[in-house]
């Protein structure tokens, strides 16, 4: 069982930084792959970025690519998204999950567990 803990959203304007943190339970953290999704109102949630449990693969979405950047760091049982040149579309919340094996990193039923979401504002 995981359990993950979002934190670090807030209300930007447009060109600013944030960076989220997705803090997990459990020893078996570092043999999880870790996304990032974001589910904008009226819209389902979609991918964002992933990480694979010895940080050695990250895939992003074409739409977040060169300003988004996933880390982890499994000493804190901590994945990391440092999200630069906000723009308002990038409102949503956020979200993070959990999934064994780094296949299918994009669908969102793969994922086994879930935090309840951090939301980001970015005004313009």
């Known amino acids: 069982q995981v359990q993950l803990v979002e934190s670090g959203g807030g209300l930007v304007q447009a060109g600013a930084s944030l960076r989220l943190s997705c803090a997990a339970s459990?020893?078996?953290?570092?043999?999880?792959?870790m996304g990032w999704f974001r589910q904008a109102p009226g819209k389902e949630r979609e991918f964002v970025a992933v990480?694979?449990?010895?940080?050695?693969?990250?895939y992003y979405a074409s739409s977040v690519k060169g300003r988004f950047a996933i880390t982890r760091d499994n000493a804190k049982n901590t994945v990391y998204l440092q999200m630069n040149s906000l723009k308002p579309e990038d409102t949503a919340v956020y979200y993070c999950?959990?999934?064994?094996?780094?296949?299918?990193?994009?669908?969102?039923?793969?994922?086994?567990?879930w935090g309840q979401g951090t939301q980001v504002t970015v005004s313009s």
């Open positions: 999950a959990a999934k064994r094996q780094f296949t299918r990193v994009v669908k969102t039923a793969e994922y086994d567990y």
């Open positions: 459990g020893r078996s953290f570092g043999a999880y792959t």
């Open positions: 990480i694979d449990d010895s940080a050695a693969m990250t």
